[in-house]
Structures are given as structure tokens and as C-alpha cells.
């Protein structure tokens, strides 16, 4: 295992070229790997072990759109894609890559299944670290693990067919044979990562929960509005404002955070833009400090596992998350958004589909 140092912090990262895919083709060899679920990750890791040489199997329900998906990736029913529970019966190792909610539902089945000395996988901390809110309490004698690809399902699959691969994050959280280490990391090395990256069950979710309330989703969407309305108070267009506050950020300037860095990106831009990031940074890290304390607060005490837990058990679940996506896609800075990206050459032309949307926004007329 290598070490990679973040300034005195040493942590144990997992390579391809230390730990290469025919080691773990021999440490699989005889395990069969049911994926259950087919949603997301299901497709991305069933396909890529499948192309590793990985002896795997997908337990989907039928009659639904995810099974036909299956069929038409070559899994093949009766052979490779089987009902849930059959699947469960003839994996050894148990990739439970169900809705997080659905995990919590079809619990009592899976656990029937889990017989001595075989695994139960996950690719997310959550239903293991809030057990006392999921109910999800594996037996003692099976090995208990994650594999969390630090990105979509449909990611994994795209940088695996480039020949790429990417990062995870693995945990053990109970090793009952002894084989735990080998198993976890022989199975991210078969679904694609390129590093991974050692944590535990409970980082991962805390880190998981707090990231897409925080920087990745909740907190960008808040700093837009707040930075769009002021905009638009004060009389700026609707295009200004939302070039200003989004457009150039995803369009210009992201791509340069990506590739080298924050300063790499202020060093491209002009003096007077870096004078006033340079000074106005801080101002925002302190103004928000408390909200991400209470964030995180609030995912430790186990307040966002339950409020998802609760949500998305609610019949009308996805009915309520269209009327709250479309309130945001209706909103005057994202209908701003439809019109600017309108306008990029690619998008000339086309009209963008939403579905559920009923308003138009503003519509680009270009004189003849
Ligand atoms: N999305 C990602 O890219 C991502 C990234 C990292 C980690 N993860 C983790 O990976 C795991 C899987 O996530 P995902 O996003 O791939 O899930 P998903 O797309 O929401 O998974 C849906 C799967 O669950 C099945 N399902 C839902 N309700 C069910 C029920 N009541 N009974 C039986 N099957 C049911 C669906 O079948 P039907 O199609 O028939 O409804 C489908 O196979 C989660 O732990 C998640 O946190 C996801």
C-alpha cells in the first residue's frame, strides 16, 4: 500500500500499478458477484467488472426499466440477471447498489441471504453508519465493506472505456474472514477506480452528507441566488447577472480551478479581479463558517439521514422533488440561465428539453 503525505498527514492510497487487476482477477476467481440494483452505480460496476474478467451477476426486479437496461447491456436473465432474492442466494459477494431508501425496504431479505463467510458490499457509509435509523445490522460472520466511487455511476463507466480510472474511497467496517482488505480493494480495483483512497464508514457518509449540502450543491445554489438577487435589486439584466454570477464561473473559470488550482486560476485573471477576490475571500469563509458547523452538526447528530430517511419514504416522494426542481428551474436566475445557453454555438438552434417544465423563459429573438 502507498502512502501519499498532505503536509503531515500520511494516507493510505491503493494504486493499479501496485495492485494490478490480475491479482485481483486471482483473489475473485471464485466469487460471484451479485450487484443488486441497476439504477446509477449498478450499470457502471457490474459492466466494468464484467470486462475485468470479474465472474458477475446483476439481481434487478423485473418488469421495469432498469431490467430492460440490464438485458440491453448483454446481461443476459437466467444466466447473469436474476430477481433480487435469487441473485442474493447465488453471490458471494453482495453489492448492494439499491436507492438508499430502497436499502432500508428490501433490508430483511438481503439479510436472510448473508450466510456465513460471504460479504455484503455497499458504495455509500450511510446505511451502516445510521444503522439505529436504517435497521440495516449486518451478522457477525460476513465481511462488511464500501467501495464509494467519488462520482456517478455514469462517470465511472465513461473513464473506464477511456482507459481512465476513478478515485474512491474504501472502508472495512467488519472483517469476519480475515480476507476483508483483499476483497474491498480487488473489488475497486475491478469496478475501475484509479486510487483509492482508505477511510471509514462514518467519514465517508459525514464527508458525503456534508459536501453535497455544502460546496458541491446546497451552498452554490444559495451564494448564486443571494449574488443574483443583489444583482438584479440594483438594476442589473438578467443576462448580466447571470453572466456575472454563473456562467463565467462554469464556463471559464471552473475548468482552471480544475486543472491547477485556486491561485492558478486568480494568477490567469485580470489585477483588479484578483485584488478584490484576494480581499474578499476571507470575508465569505467567515460569514459562512457557522452555517457549515451547524451543517455538520446536523449530519453527526443524525438529523440528515433522518430527514432523508423520512422524505424519500413518502409516497408522493417524487412528486414533491419535481415541484421543488421546477420552483428552482423556474426561477428568474435559472430561466436567465436557459436564454444564455441558448446562445452558445453547440446549443444555436436547439431547443432544451426539461421535462416537467412548463415555462418557456425568455426566448431569444435574433432580427432577421
Ligand atoms: N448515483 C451515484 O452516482 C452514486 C455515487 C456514489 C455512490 N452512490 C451510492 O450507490 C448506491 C446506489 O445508488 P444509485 O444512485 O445507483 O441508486 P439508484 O440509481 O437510485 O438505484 C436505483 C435502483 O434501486 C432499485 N429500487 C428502487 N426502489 C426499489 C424497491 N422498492 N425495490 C427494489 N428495487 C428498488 C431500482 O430499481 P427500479 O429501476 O426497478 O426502480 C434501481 O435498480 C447508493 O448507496 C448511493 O448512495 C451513488
Known amino acids: 500500500m502507498a502512502k501519499l503525505k498532505f503536509g503531515d498527514v500520511e494516507e493510505n ?6 495492485f494490478p487487476l490480475e491479482k485481483a482477477q486471482e483473489i475473485l476467481k471464485d466469487e460471484v458477484v451479485a450487484v443488486i440494483g441497476y439504477g446509477v452505480q449498478g450499470p457502471g460496476q457490474a459492466l466494468n467488472q464484467k470486462e475485468n474478467g470479474i465472474n458477475v451477476i446483476v439481481g434487478q426486479r423485473p418488469n421495469s426499466k432498469s431490467w430492460d437496461k440490464a438485458v440491453n447491456d448483454g446481461f443476459v436473465p437466467g444466466e447473469t440477471l436474476f430477481e433480487i432474492e435469487e441473485a442474493l442466494e ?3 459477494i453482495i453489492c448492494y447498489l439499491l436507492s438508499d431508501a430502497a436499502q432500508i425496504k428490501l433490508w430483511p431479505t438481503v439479510k436472510k441471504h448473508l450466510t456465513k463467510g460471504k460479504a455484503l458490499y455497499f458504495s455509500h457509509g450511510f446505511g451502516i453508519t445510521y444503522r439505529e435509523q436504517t435497521g440495516i445490522i449486518p ?21 473506464f472505456l477511456q482507459g481512465r480510472g476513478l478515485n474512491s474511497s474504501y472502508a472495512i467496517f467488519q472483517d469476519a474472514t480475515g480476507r476483508a482488505i483483499e476483497r474491498v480493494v480487488s473489488l475497486g480495483i475491478a469496478i475501475g ?11 465517508e457518509v459525514f464527508s458525503d452528507l456534508t459536501g453535497e449540502r455544502g460546496t458541491l450543491m446546497g451552498a452554490i445554489q444559495g451564494i448564486f ?5 443583489v444583482l438584479r435589486k440594483r438594476g442589473h439584466s438578467p443576462s448580466e447577472a447571470f453572466n456575472e454570477t ?6 471559464s473559470l471552473m475548468p482552471l480551478v480544475a486543472e491547477n488550482g485556486m491561485d492558478w486560476m486568480y494568477a490567469n485573471c485580470s489585477t483588479t479581479a484578483q485584488r478584490g477576490a484576494l480581499d474578499w475571500w476571507k470575508k465569505f469563509r467567515d460569514a459562512t463558517l457557522p452555517v457549515f458547523n451547524e451543517l455538520y452538526d446536523s449530519v453527526a447528530a443524525g438529523k440528515e439521514s433522518q430527514r432523508s430517511i423520512d422524505s424519500n419514504s413518502q409516497p408522493d416522494y417524487r412528486e414533491k422533488l419535481n415541484a421543488e426542481l421546477a420552483e428552482l428551474r423556474d426561477s428568474e436566475m435559472w430561466q436567465a440561465g436557459r436564454t444564455v445557453r441558448s446562445l452558445r454555438p453547440e446549443n444555436q438552434g436547439q431547443q432544451e428539453q426539461h421535462a416537467g417544465s412548463e415555462k418557456q423563459g425568455q426566448e431569444v429573438v435574433t432580427e432577421a
Open 139 to 159: 451478522p457477525a460472520d460476513v465481511d462488511v465493506f464500501l467501495v464509494a466511487p467519488k462520482g456517478s455511476g455514469t462517470s465511472l463507466r465513461r473513464m
Open 13 to 18: 492510497v491503493v494504486t493499479r500499478e501496485e
Open 246 to 251: 454563473v456562467e463565467e464561473l462554469t464556463q
Open 193 to 203: 477506480s484509479g486510487y483509492l483512497f482508505e477511510t471509514d464508514f462514518k467519514k
Open 225 to 229: 441566488a443571494a449574488q443574483f438577487e
Open 90 to 92: 447465488r453471490g458471494t
